[in-house]
């Protein structure tokens, strides 16, 4: 069974910096392209970040580009989302999601339960 | 960046009843467009992909139709377990800038 658990969310001071974690487990993670989605009241669901099986390419959200950085530990089964300059903006549950199938394309099977950021003074 | 219109807002039916919802995209996206649906404290759940496949485990009572920039998402008979949120996404651009739809909520008449 696909399973994906995200940790790392919290309560962060605006400009602050956190790192989002995804423990993957039922899949050869490997193999896949792998990314971050995030859902908030005010921006609804968003495609934030995806990267290659190998971590060699990545792609951001042109609206948060330059305060991400997506990476994975392929050893360790591992996905993770860096983000800075935190903005009470991107207050959001951020989503760690699978495609259907190991190519670069959109169709997200399998989402982890989600990690809330909140971004607040 | 493709901007992607969902109506209505909200839909208020009857269980049994059928219902369709619309997703319009700014551009076109060809037929490459996913639908999910969201219960409240779920992540999105998959049901629709390549505008008309259903994904794994999805009942035949939910449908896609369409191409281009405009798509739907008919659910035949509306059973008690379908009233949640209904996005669309589309997934056509390279490099990937993939965008939902605000979303449709169906609630209970």
């Known amino acids: 069974e696909v399973q994906l658990v995200e940790s790392g969310g919290g309560l962060v001071r605006p400009g602050g910096s956190l790192r989002l974690s995804c423990a993957a487990s039922g899949f050869p993670f490997s193999s896949y392209w792998m990314s971050w989605v995030r859902q908030s009241p005010g921006r609804g669901l968003e495609w934030v970040a995806k990267?290659?099986?190998?971590?060699?390419?990545?792609h951001y959200v042109d609206s948060m580009k330059g305060r991400l950085t997506i990476s994975r530990d392929n050893a360790k089964n591992s996905l993770y989302l860096d983000i800075n300059s935190l903005r009470v903006e991107d207050t959001a549950v951020y989503y760690c999601?699978?495609?259907?199938?190991?190519?670069?394309?959109?169709?997200?099977?399998?989402w982890g339960q989600g990690a809330l950021v909140t971004v607040s003074s | 960046e493709i901007v992607m219109t969902q109506s209505p807002a909200t839909l208020s039916v009857s269980p049994g009843e059928r219902v369709t919802l619309s997703c319009r995209a700014s551009q076109s996206v060809n037929s490459n467009l996913a639908w999910y649906q969201q219960k409240p404290g779920q992540a999105p759940r998959l049901l629709i992909h390549?505008?008309?496949t259903r994904a794994t485990g999805i009942p035949a009572r939910f449908s896609g139709s369409g191409s281009g920039t405009e798509f739907t998402l008919t659910i035949s008979s509306l059973q008690s377990e379908d009233f949640a949120v209904y996005y669309c996404?589309?997934?056509?651009?390279?490099?990937?800038?993939?965008?939902f739809g605000q979303g449709t909520k169906l609630e209970i008449k």
């Open positions: 990267i290659k099986q190998d971590g060699n390419e990545k």
């Open positions: 390549g505008a008309f």
């Open positions: 996404q589309q997934y056509n651009n390279w490099p990937p800038r993939y965008t």
């Open positions: 999601v699978r495609t259907i199938t190991p190519g670069g394309n959109g169709i997200y099977a399998y």
